[in-house]
Each structure stands twice: as structure tokens, then as C-alpha cells.
């Protein structure tokens, strides 16, 4: 017998984190920007409630330039006031700040590795652990619990799912 998450399993199809859990979470994800853009959102998440970043969402994918990392590495003081007085996303200066180093370290990456996907697709990683060391090491505002969402929401860890769940079924299927 399948069953739903526990945490979405009474939600109605219209809630707003059963779309996320049916359309989203745990599913891989290639593309830079979208990758991006999956980490903008895990970092503004850190000490608010996920609700009200999947509210936000298309405001965080309007500031920040449909999470195109190289307009966002070109954020300069102005543009990062404009961010911090913009009612639409989270008006956190430290997070808004981190986005921008990070992408500055997406370009970074994209010159050695090709892309944002090929980067995370070369590490040879085996525990959470050992991607946070990476993560650290190369972004900012990327603590355990970002990175663990982070890799989770774009299928690279496990867990996003229960095992039965037909979401789950749905993205081994497409990973197979």
C-alpha cells in the first residue's frame, strides 16, 4: 500500500506545501539557476517557517533575477539595499549578502567544473557531513540543516520521502 507523507497526507492538493512535496521536493534538479535558486530559497529559510518562503517564492525569483547567478554576482551596495527594503522576500542584510558571495563562487565554479550540477555531480561525498565541510568551504550561511534540505529538495541525498510514498515512486522512476 502507498502512502503519502505523513506531513502532507491530509493537505489538500491545492495547499501550498503539498504542491511543493508533489511537484518539487526530491526531485532532481540540473539546471544552475534552479539550483540556484533552491539554495537562495534553503538559505532565507534558516529561522522562519517554510510556509512563508514558498509564499515568497516568485518574489525571491523576481529579485533575484530568475536566480541567474551571474547578474546576482554583480550586485553591488545599492542593489543590496534595494534587496534589503524590498517587503517581497526576506529582508535579512547577512542572507542577501551571502547570496551574493555565493554567486560570485558560482562563477567561480562554472569556470572549473562546467556548471553548478557538474560541480555537485563531481564530488565524491558520502555523508552529510562531508557536504557540509564542502559547502562551507566554498558558499556562505550553508549550515547543516540548509545543506541536508538543500541536497534533499534536489534528489541528491535521500529522505525527502517515505520510502512507499507514489512521489517517491514517481522519482525513482525518473531517476532509473
Known sequence: MMNYCKFCSQ???????????DNHYGFPVTNDFE???????????????????????ANFR???DEY??????????????????????????QKIESIVYN???LTLIKQ????????????????LEDWVKIFKKNFKFVGKEIVNEFL??????NGAHQKDC???????LLIT
Open 11 to 21: 493537505l489538500p492538493l491545492d495547499n501550498i506545501h503539498r504542491k511543493y512535496h
Open 35 to 57: 539550483l540556484f535558486g533552491r539554495l537562495i530559497l534553503e538559505i532565507n529559510q534558516a529561522g522562519l517557517s517554510w510556509e512563508t518562503i514558498l509564499k515568497k517564492e
Open 62 to 64: 523576481k529579485a533575484f
Open 68 to 93: 541567474n547567478y551571474f547578474r546576482i554576482a554583480k550586485y553591488d551596495f545599492d542593489k543590496i539595499n534595494l534587496l534589503v527594503n524590498d517587503s517581497g522576500i526576506i529582508r535579512h542584510r
Open 103 to 105: 554567486a560570485n563562487q
Open 112 to 127: 572549473t567544473h562546467g556548471s553548478f550540477n557538474e560541480w555537485l555531480n563531481s564530488q565524491d561525498v558520502k555523508s
Open 152 to 157: 534533499m529538495s534536489i534528489g541528491i541525498l
Open 166 to 172: 507514489p512521489i517517491q515512486l514517481k522519482i525513482n
